[in-house]
C-alpha cells in the first residue's frame, strides 16, 4: 500500500498505530510454513533507527519478549532487520485496548462490571509473574520487569482473549538506579520515579493503579499535571476504590491499596493473582462474558 515500508517475508496492509519510537503495522506473512498468517509488524521509525542505542534497545525487546510464552502476553513470531532497520513480528491481537474500552465507558458514563475488573487484573497479573520468574535458553533468570503496566498495553480481542504487550521498556531486576523513567506518569512507581532500581514490586504498583481504573474508570492519583501526580505517588497518597463506587468489595479496596504501598507494597504479582482467586464471579470472569461486553461498548465498530 502506499506509505508502506518494505519488510522481506511480509506483505504489508494497513498501518495500526505510530508512538514517537515505533510504528506498528498490520501485515501478512507470505512464505514458509507460516505462510498467509496476519501478525502485527513493528518498526522503528527511520529518524529513530540510526540511532544505535534505540536499535539495540529494540534488539533486547525482540530478545526478552521471544523468551516469553504465555497465553496472556502477546507473542513474538520473527525479528530481523529490512531496508529501514529493525522489525519485530508479532501475534495480531483484532480487537481494542483497555484505553480504548475505558474511553468507551467514559463516554457513555457507565463502569466496567466489577468481575470483569477483577479478572483481567488477575490474568494480567499471571501473566507478570510468568515474565518475572523468565529464564534464558540455559536456564538462567531473566528477571523481566515490564516497567509499562497501562491500558493502552493491556489488548481484548473480539474472542474476549487478553493479552498483555509492549515490552519496549522492560528491564532485568535490579536495574534502573540512575536512570530516567519510561511509561506513563499515572503509573510509575515511587522507585521510578526516583530513579532507583525496579524489581517485579514496580509491575505491582502500576498493576494496582491499573486495577483501580478498572474498578472506577478513573486514575488512581489524580492532579492537573505530571508534577502533582508524582508528588502523590512519592507521598503515598492512596485512596480506596470504593470512595468512588460504594459496591466494591472491602477486599478488592485492602488488595489496591496493599498493591499501591509506598513501603508495605504487595511482595509479587503470583501474591495479587492469588488475592483475587475465588472473588469474582467465574461466569462473567470469561473470554465469552468478555467479548460481549466490548461488542456492547463497540456494536458494529467491533
Known amino acids: 500500500m502506499s506509505g508502506a515500508r518494505r519488510v522481506p517475508g511480509y506483505e504489508i496492509e494497513s498501518l495500526l498505530g505510530r508512538g514517537g519510537m515505533a510504528e506498528v503495522w498490520k501485515a501478512r506473512s507470505t512464505g514458509g510454513p507460516k505462510a498467509g498468517r496476519v501478525v502485527a509488524l513493528k518498526l522503528l521509525l527511520p529518524e529513530v533507527a540510526s540511532d544505535p542505542e534505540q536499535v539495540r534497545a529494540f534488539g533486547r525487546e525482540a530478545m526478552v519478549t521471544s523468551r516469553l510464552r504465555h497465553p496472556h502476553i502477546v507473542e513474538i513470531y520473527d525479528a530481523g532487520m529490512c531496508d529501514s532497520g529493525p522489525f519485530i513480528a508479532m501475534e495480531f491481537v483484532d480487537g481494542r485496548n483497555l484505553r480504548q474500552i475505558l474511553s468507551r465507558c467514559a463516554s457513555r458514563s457507565i463502569l466496567l462490571p466489577i468481575d470483569f475488573a477483577a479478572y483481567l487484573a488477575q490474568v494480567l497479573a499471571e501473566a507478570l509473574h510468568h515474565a518475572h520468574r523468565s529464564r534464558d535458553f540455559r536456564g538462567q533468570p531473566l528477571g523481566i520487569v515490564h516497567c509499562d503496566v497501562s491500558p493502552q498495553n493491556v489488548f481484548i480481542s473480539r474472542l474476549g482473549e487478553v493479552k498483555l504487550g509492549d515490552f519496549g521498556v522492560a528491564r532485568a531486576a535490579g536495574e534502573g ?93 503470583a501474591e495479587f493473582a492469588s488475592l483475587l482467586e475465588g472473588r469474582y464471579n467465574p461466569h462473567i470472569g470469561t473470554e465469552l462474558a468478555i467479548a460481549a461486553v466490548v461488542r456492547g461498548l463497540f456494536g458494529a465498530e467491533g
Open 177 to 269: 538506579k540512575g536512570q530516567a523513567a519510561y511509561g506513563k506518569i499515572r503509573y510509575l512507581s515511587p522507585e521510578q520515579l526516583r530513579g532507583e532500581p525496579v524489581g517485579p514490586q514496580t509491575d505491582v504498583f502500576a498493576l494496582g493503579a491499573l486495577f483501580f481504573e478498572l474498578l472506577t474508570n478513573e486514575p488512581a492519583f489524580m492532579g492537573p499535571d505530571a508534577r502533582e501526580v508524582a508528588r502523590k505517588i512519592l507521598s503515598g497518597e492512596r485512596r480506596a476504590p470504593s470512595s468512588l463506587r460504594p459496591e466494591i468489595p472491602f477486599e478488592m479496596d485492602e488488595l489496591v491499596l496493599r498493591a499501591l504501598g509506598p513501603a508495605d507494597r504487595l511482595g509479587s504479582a
